[in-house]
């Protein structure tokens, strides 16, 4: 059963109108070096460990547990990857998965679509990526979107990211706006 905790109306209307259709799952696989930041993340235990979490992640959400991976799971400080809830999930709901490679800092060992994207710099040089790679990457966005939407017409779409140190440049992004997001954007730390 599925409940509903906040704005009831908008969620009733989502439920109406999806009932019956089958999820999709979208990840969006990218890399900043913000990541590289020692303690910036969790989502690794070392600067080095790191820069393979997303391709670890990619990996074991298209092909689930492998005793001999090419890029295993990074070792952590604390917890379990939120990578073995989405692969429980995807798997127990049949789930198709798409994997988009927005920028790293080399190709999934796995099939993934290439958006022509660039790892981002670190957010402290005040521009972590080209102005000409964040309109691309949008433009991507919005082509993919309409593309699964079309090709799979009875699916709702899900979209998850694996961006390590993507959550700290989204305060930071915030905050530069005028935000107040401070408590309010999720971490990898608890």
């Known amino acids: 059963m599925i409940h509903i905790y906040t704005q009831i109306e908008q969620g009733e209307q989502w439920l109406a109108r999806y009932r019956g259709y089958a999820p999709?799952?979208?990840?969006?696989?990218?890399?900043t070096e913000t990541g590289m930041i020692p303690s910036i993340s969790a989502a690794g235990k070392t600067p080095s460990d790191r820069q393979y979490t997303a391709i670890a992640d990619a990996e074991f959400l298209h092909s689930g547990p492998n005793s001999q991976p090419k890029y295993p799971l990074p070792p952590?400080?604390?917890?379990?990857s939120p990578v073995l809830i989405s692969r429980a999930v995807v798997e127990a709901l049949s789930m198709p998965v798409y994997l988009f490679n927005a920028g790293l800092p080399q190709p999934p060992s796995v099939p993934a679509i290439d958006l022509g994207g660039t790892p981002a710099k670190c957010l402290s040089q005040g521009q972590a990526m080209s102005l000409a790679i964040v309109n691309h990457l949008l433009a991507q966005g919005l082509l993919w979107g309409e593309r699964l939407a079309q090709?799979?017409?009875?699916?709702?779409?899900?979209?998850?990211?694996?961006?390590?140190?993507?959550?700290?440049?989204a305060l930071a992004v915030l905050t530069a706006l005028g935000i107040p997001?401070?408590?309010?954007?999720n971490s990898s730390h608890p």
């Open 151 to 169: 090709f799979l017409p009875q699916s709702y779409l899900i979209i998850g990211e694996c961006v390590v140190g993507g959550t700290t440049t």
């Open 76 to 80: 952590l400080h604390a917890g379990a």
């Open 181 to 185: 997001a401070t408590g309010k954007v």
């Open 24 to 31: 999709i799952f979208a990840c969006v696989l990218g890399f």
